[in-house]
């Protein structure tokens, strides 16, 4: 049995102090976006009456979900002992962690009283599912500390089954209560559906692991660390699945939504008439973030090509963002049918299809979530042992010869 | 002589005395018989207030009952305030909605307004508490809890909430706005506390439109029930279940 052995990496470079430098800026950006929005008041957004949640929640959301899907690789080492992914385990927690406190920064930062988020810590609505979701995020970030201490201590090893069934069964919860978010809205045809929170699970795994890899070759790429193929092979081939999963999804909630007249208007607003939103649905959503990484993936000679896997990874990511985007902004921007069978109008922009265009303090304040994310992901791995020394097929795949 | 040169002055200073001392007691007496519940007092539930609209008496182009509400609680035009929203941030606790059927082109007006839901989808979603039903049924935001997440917003199905995008000054003391926090009609609770009826209702009375009723709902006998019971009363997206507090007759 090879012991793997995990090793800081040396942080000298100037590519390393480079990338910290663009992530702190970043980050900066993102406070100044805050201070901005939060010292003048949300009329410096254009999010209104009308589009409630806007770009910060793209990102945020995207960040949650993403986080616990990136618990997938330690998940699936620990709970279902494929012991290829072992070596990978703590970089797998760490991200998630990373992510889990990016997407969570611009949720509050965009809070309308960020000043009383210990009002929201400490006095629960428990029948509200975003009250479930504040337990949800903090005990995932005890649980997975928890988790990825016993992964690197070797004096724990023989609790690290029980802790990662823990957090399994923790991020899942998670992911279906954020999926619920959506999910449980009565008011809007383009939610209120059950499959919302098994689709954010499956979204999760699709998006937690393409950032993972993405992760994982510039970490490898960048500290010039074997990274052995048929280990690079395996996560190719499993993020191949999880997209077809999310695809599959995706075609489920549509056909279902078709098959509903009641239904029709909202499909045809996505899939036909919704303007920026059908164009970002068909060339985003489908064909960037869905068909070309699974062509690229398990093509038989592309899939074998890192670079191309990469772009694959990149793809899925801003496909994800679309997906999102196209979720929240354009699940807001149908109007809602309080009238059916009837042309609306008022003063207060019933019955029309409510215009939203990103603004830049938004955009900055959410990319600022990827910037603490990758920072930190950036930071911990010098300090402490999360990267294996080598990942190459020697090394760790237990099937090598 | 003397004897009753003294008695006289007792008698006058006694039955002054007694005068004022019966002045100070009377108003007490007289507020007793008054039914305002005291201000310490919780509200209960054998009282729910509601109300009724009749689309058929509400005109296309009159919007008494929104300029009443703006100069009561200090919004729209009734305020300074919000001069940086666009008019997609402006909040809008009451508004006149006009509906064209498209079958029959049939063409209606109504005011909507939060619509005080037996089981809120505002109240279910707040992670605070902030959105609460009192007991007697009207619908408020705790403007000290409210964390402005604006969950409330994206749950209403009648889009009645409305978010501050900026900084308020001299709001009214009845209809505290803050910047951050989330607001929508309060059936103008401070004066339904007071035996009061929502301004938006008198100013439809005053001006004899006869469009829209206040009352309790609870009341067999009160003029919203009998009327109710009569003509009926539908509420907006009645498929939901909400059991909404405003019904509208009409639709």
Not at chain 1, 94 to 123: E, H, Q, Y
Not at chain 1, 330 to 341: C, D, I, R, T
Not at chain 2, 98 to 107: I, M, W
Not at chain 2, 143 to 156: E, L
């Amino acid at each position: 049995m090879k012991t793997v052995r995990y090793l800081e990496i040396e942080g000298n470079s100037k590519g390393y102090l480079a990338l910290l430098g663009m992530l702190g800026l970043m980050i900066l950006g993102s406070l100044a976006a805050f201070y901005y929005m939060e010292h003048n008041g949300h009329w410096v957004s254009n999010m209104d009456n009308q589009i409630v949640w806007g770009t910060p929640h793209v990102f945020a959301v995207f960040l949650i979900v993403a986080a616990s899907g990136a618990l997938n690789i330690a998940s699936i080492s620990s709970v279902f002992n494929k012991t290829a992914y072992k070596p990978l385990a703590p970089l797998s927690g760490l991200l998630a962690l990373a992510l889990l406190a990016g997407g969570l920064m611009v949720l509050v930062l965009d809070l309308g009283r960020p000043d009383r988020l210990i009002v929201a810590m400490t006095k629960y609505n428990f029948k509200s599912i975003f009250a479930w979701n504040m337990i949800f995020y903090n005990g995932f970030f005890a649980i997975v500390a928890v988790y990825i201490w016993f992964t690197m201590d070797r004096t724990m090893g023989q609790y690290k089954k029980a802790a990662g069934i823990a957090a399994f069964i923790w991020r899942l919860m998670l992911t279906t209560g954020t999926g619920s978010i959506f999910g449980f809205l009565v008011a809007r045809q383009g939610y209120d559906a059950a499959i919302m929170a098994p689709m954010f699970v499956i979204m999760s795994f699709s998006f937690g692991l393409a950032i993972f890899l993405l992760v994982l070759m510039a970490s490898y790429n960048w500290t010039h660390r074997p990274l052995g193929d048929a280990l690079f092979r395996r996560l190719k081939n499993l993020l191949g699945v999880f997209v077809a999963a999310v695809f599959y999804f995706v075609m489920v909630y549509h056909l279902t939504n078709l098959y509903a007249t009641e239904h029709h208007g909202v499909e045809a607003f996505i899939l036909r008439d919704g303007g920026i939103y059908t164009q970002l649905f068909w060339y985003g959503q489908i064909i960037l973030g869905s068909l070309i990484p699974l062509a690229l993936i398990y093509h038989p000679t592309w899939g074998m090509n890192r670079m191309l896997v990469g772009l694959a990874s990149i793809f899925v990511v801003i496909g994800g963002m679309i997906q999102m985007y196209i979720i929240i902004i354009g699940g807001q921007a149908y109007p809602l049918n309080m009238f059916p069978g009837k042309e609306v109008s008022s003063s207060f922009f019933d019955g029309v299809v409510n215009v939203y265009s990103p603004s830049l303090p938004e955009f900055f304040l959410g990319l600022g979530g990827f910037g603490v994310a990758l920072i930190a992901v950036a930071l911990a791995v010098k300090v402490l042992k999360f990267l294996p020394s080598s990942l190459a097929d020697a090394d760790v795949d237990p099937h090598h010869s | 002589m003397d004897k009753n040169m003294t008695d006289l002055a007792r008698r006058n200073f006694m039955s002054k005395a007694v005068a004022a001392a019966g002045l100070t007691v009377i108003p007490g007496v007289m507020l007793y018989e008054v039914q305002a519940r005291p201000a310490d007092q919780a509200a209960t539930n054998k009282v729910r207030w509601g109300m009724l609209i009749d689309t058929n008496k509400c005109e296309d182009g009159c919007n008494d009952c929104v300029t009443a509400c703006q100069t009561e609680n200090g919004w729209g035009s009734g305020s300074n305030n919000e001069q940086k929203s666009s008019d997609k941030q402006k909040a809008q606790w009451i508004r006149k909605v006009k509906l064209t059927d498209k079958q029959t082109g049939h063409v209606q007006s109504l005011p909507l307004m939060c619509q005080h839901c037996e089981t809120a989808p505002c109240v279910d979603v707040c992670p605070t508490g902030a959105s609460m039903k009192r007991a007697d049924g009207i619908v408020l935001v705790d403007k000290h809890t409210c964390i402005g997440c604006r969950y409330c917003m994206m749950a209403c199905p009648y889009k009645a909430r409305s978010f501050i995008h900026e900084d308020m000054h001299d709001q009214e003391v009845h209809a505290p706005r803050g910047k951050g926090t989330v607001e929508s009609c309060t059936m103008c609770v401070h004066r339904v506390d007071k035996d009061g009826t929502p301004a938006c209702v008198e100013a439809c009375t005053k001006a004899d439109k006869k469009a829209m009723m206040f009352g309790d709902l609870n009341d067999p006998s009160s003029a919203i029930s009998i009327r109710l019971k009569e003509f009926g009363g539908e509420q907006i997206r009645a498929d939901l279940g909400l059991n909404t507090g405003v019904r509208y007759q009409g639709l």
